[in-house]
């Protein structure tokens, strides 16, 4: 398994912008960001495969967040703008997807450790 590797975390105040990247040391079919608030179930925010390129994207990031891929990197952007407080969470990059549902973390066979977000009001 090819471990990702999440980067780009911070704190930031509502309405601000962050974008976090996600690199693989090799090919993987899809990429995955998910998130994780404490006391929380992990969410789906956003994936791309590299086939299609199609982004997908789940209720917490329409209109908000922006999912794109650079092939020749191996990396993956999450640029996350309109902040608000309640995004705060651990951000985590999955990647191998499984088939089934792209939004779905148990579709997802590698894991990076996340990157923590944090939005003050």
């Known amino acids: 398994q090819r471990r990702p590797v999440e980067s780009g975390g911070g704190s930031v105040q509502a309405g601000g912008s962050l974008r976090l990247s996600c690199t693989t040391s090799g090919y993987t079919n899809c990429i995955g960001w998910f998130r994780q608030a404490p006391g929380k179930e992990r969410e789906g925010v956003a994936a791309i495969c590299t086939g299609s390129g199609s982004p997908f994207y789940g209720d917490p990031a329409r209109g908000r967040f922006t999912i794109a891929q650079d092939m020749s990197k191996n990396m993956v952007y999450l640029q996350m703008n309109r902040l608000k407080p309640e995004d705060t969470a651990s951000y985590l990059c999955?990647?191998?997807?499984?088939?089934?549902?792209?939004?779905?973390?148990?579709?997802?066979?590698?894991w990076g450790q996340g990157t923590q977000v944090t939005v003050s009001s």
């Open positions: 999955a990647a191998d997807h499984s088939g089934g549902r792209l939004l779905d973390s148990s579709e997802y066979e590698s």
